[in-house]
């Protein structure tokens, strides 16, 4: 019995020096240690008779041989068993108290998986090589005590020996165990983006800066100049490490999101505003400017023309005049003009500007007598225009007497100078004489330009004011009239054809001039698609039912003149028929004009307009939209009111 003892210790040494020598100090270095490592035990715990051991042997007495006990790795194991069983107590206590966490990722990703763990994995790795084992040593002998014991030697030798030569983290195998996942452990998977990060930009730019940086929807030209300017704003932009300046004051200028365009050093240490050329990009007049609010570099003019009778009330709304129906957008510029105004002139001027509303401010009013002529631009391009200048000639004998007349007003748009005229000739018919007379004295007396400089003084005549400016609207009560019965104008407007239109002309004074060249030089005037405007019942649209029974005719016209051919193109030409205060019908037309670049030394506007007026207009739109929405709201009592 002590023979086979010695022969069970002295292989189970052999058997641990193995498993020593293959277990490498790298492989010990990167692992967890554990408790269940291998054990070596002194030869005087081990007993004697060992090989390779030189203890002198010491005789002892004979004892009564003891029941055969488990051996001291068995024990270990076991007592490692135990230990592992405690802490996965304790862990679980842990877990209990803490709250539940959801082991579900939201990107579609799994957690890892804990269950090969070293103590576990070892646990079910010695389960399963205790099955091979056991099963092998029965076949050989089952019957012999020491083959059982030498199995279960092997069996967590075995397991040690599989536990270290298995790589980390491996999974046994088997089916998997699902148990929640402490949230200390949790192994999260990395981030994968669906699509590639926008570069890091130097400036930061948001909605809500765009949204509050944005003046009007209709202004897309800061845009496109933003985006202009961009690559050369980049290229001078200084990094907060090359210099002492304030980085977050560059952001700002160059951000895309600012409608204001950055002006750079070297641009201002280059350029000359007051002797800069046309095409200087710095002007304030000049190309750059231009192609930044008027790509295309035309200009919308809406001109009006109306002969209001002298009457005192004012028609019920103007917005048909100035609004049209047929035009979709509102213009950059505004020019009305009336013969026999309105007695109280501020109070008509007010009642443009309440209809206009607070884009449009009053550039310039003028007036000689009866003759009133208004202009109004977008507020923002004031800052383009130069100073008005106005004049008035009166073509009665008697100058004391101003209902017969004109009034004129002249400024320069960037490069391109305009001359609006309004006009009262004589009237009666057969006077063809005495209103072609009141033209050539206009066109001499009319002192325009006196400060501003003429853009081509080669092509300037100096008995003609026309000739003077590259753009000219000549626009009022011509009186010329249709040459031809009553009788057979009705006729023709009973049909009410466009072809019937066109005979009407055929007997109209002023386009024969225009034709023959005798009055109205140069100027032109677009089709005629309306009836005559003059002269009707007031109130109503039957023409003139008196005992004189005047031939209706086409005496509010407007015409044009323009230095450059094709600068002007006329858009719309028409009358307003539903504004019947008077004897006559508005007449309008909206056309576009071909603006070039100018330069810096002429006399500025510098933004003045009138702001009394400006202000009056505005406080009037509200009180109307008030009223309009109380009385819709509001509901009266029918016992009592208060006031």
């Not at 983290?169 to 590639?196: F, Q, Y």
């Not at 009006?304 to 100035?322: C, M, V, Y």
């Not at 007349?405 to 009666?428: D, E, N, P, Q, Y």
């Not at 009553?486 to 006729?491: G, K, L, N, Q």
Request: aromatic fraction near 8%; hydrophobic fraction near 30%.
């Amino acid at each position: 019995m002590s023979d086979q003892m010695e022969l069970l210790v002295h292989g189970t040494s052999n058997l641990i020096a193995e498993l020593d020598s293959r277990v490498c100090p790298e492989d010990m270095e990167g692992s967890t240690p554990f408790l269940g490592d291998t054990a070596i035990y002194p030869s005087e715990e081990l007993g004697h008779g060992v090989q390779g051991l030189e203890v002198p042997l010491i005789p002892r007495p004979p004892v009564k041989p003891k029941p055969p006990r488990q051996s001291r790795l068995l024990r270990l194991h076991s007592l490692e068993s135990m230990k592992v069983n405690r802490r996965a107590k304790v862990r679980s206590s842990q877990e209990s108290s803490s709250e539940p966490v959801d082991t579900d990722s939201s990107c579609g990703s799994h957690y890892g998986d804990f269950s090969g763990s070293p103590l576990l994995g070892l646990k079910r790795r010695s389960a399963a090589a205790s099955q091979t084992l056991l099963s092998r040593g029965s076949s050989s002998s089952s019957s012999s005590s020491s083959s059982l014991r030498d199995c279960e030697i092997r069996r967590s030798a075995v397991s040690m020996t599989e536990f270290w030569n298995s790589p980390p983290h491996l999974e046994p195998k088997g089916p998997a165990i699902d148990k929640p996942v402490p949230s200390g452990r949790r192994k999260l998977p990395p981030v994968v983006h669906t699509k590639l990060l926008p570069p890091i930009a130097v400036n930061i730019e948001s909605s809500a800066l765009r949204t509050s940086n944005r003046i009007d929807l209709d202004y897309v030209d800061y845009i496109q100049a933003a985006g202009k300017v961009q690559s050369h704003q980049q290229n001078h932009f200084l990094s907060p490490s090359q210099g002492t300046e304030d980085s977050q004051s560059s952001i700002s200028m160059t951000s895309s999101s600012s409608v204001m365009v950055p002006i750079l050093s070297e641009d201002l240490r280059s350029r000359s505003y007051m002797d800069s050329n046309l095409l200087a990009g710095g002007s304030l007049l000049g190309a750059s400017e231009l192609q930044r609010y008027f790509p295309n570099k035309m200009i919308q003019v809406y001109i009006a023309t109306w002969n209001t009778q002298g009457k005192k009330e004012f028609p019920d709304s103007l917005e048909d005049l100035l609004l049209p129906s047929d035009s979709q957008s509102i213009h950059d510029l505004y020019v009305i003009g009336t013969q026999e105004g309105i007695p109280d002139k501020r109070e008509w001027e007010i009642r443009l500007q309440m209809i206009l509303g607070p884009y449009f401010v009053l550039l310039c009013s003028a007036s000689h007598g009866v003759l009133q002529l208004s202009v109004f631009i977008r507020r923002d391009l004031i800052w383009f225009c130069s100073e008005v200048e106005q004049a008035s000639v009166t073509t009665r004998i008697i100058s004391q007497v101003k209902t017969k007349g004109a009034v004129g007003i002249s400024f320069t748009f960037f490069g391109t100078s305009f001359l609006f005229i309004t006009s009262h000739f004589t009237s009666g018919p057969g006077k063809i004489f005495e209103r072609m007379l009141d033209y050539t004295k206009t066109i001499e007396s009319l002192g325009l330009p006196r400060i501003i400089p003429n853009t081509n003084q080669y092509r300037s005549n100096p008995n003609d004011v026309t000739s003077r400016f590259d753009n000219v609207f000549w626009f009022g009560d011509f009186n010329f009239r249709l040459d031809v019965k009553r009788a057979v104008i009705d006729e023709l407007l009973d049909s009410n054809s466009q072809e019937n239109l066109c005979s009407i002309l055929h007997y109209d004074e002023l386009t024969r001039k225009l034709q023959e060249g005798s009055v109205f030089k140069g100027f032109k005037e677009a089709e005629i698609c309306f009836p005559p405007t003059y002269k009707f019942d007031v109130g109503c649209d039957v023409y003139d039912s008196s005992s004189k029974k005047r031939t209706p005719s086409y005496t509010d016209r407007i015409i044009y003149k323009n230095r450059h051919k094709d600068d002007i193109l006329v858009v719309k030409y028409g009358s307003c028929s539903s504004i019947k205060t008077s004897d006559h019908r508005p007449v309008y037309c909206f056309c576009q004009v071909k603006i070039r670049p100018g330069k810096d030394n002429i006399p500025l506007c510098a933004g003045q307009f009138d702001r009394d007026i400006y202000i009056e207009g505005i406080k009037r739109r509200f009180p109307r939209n008030a009223s309009q929405c109380s009385s819709l709201n509001q509901k009266n009592s029918t016992i009592c009111s208060v006031s």
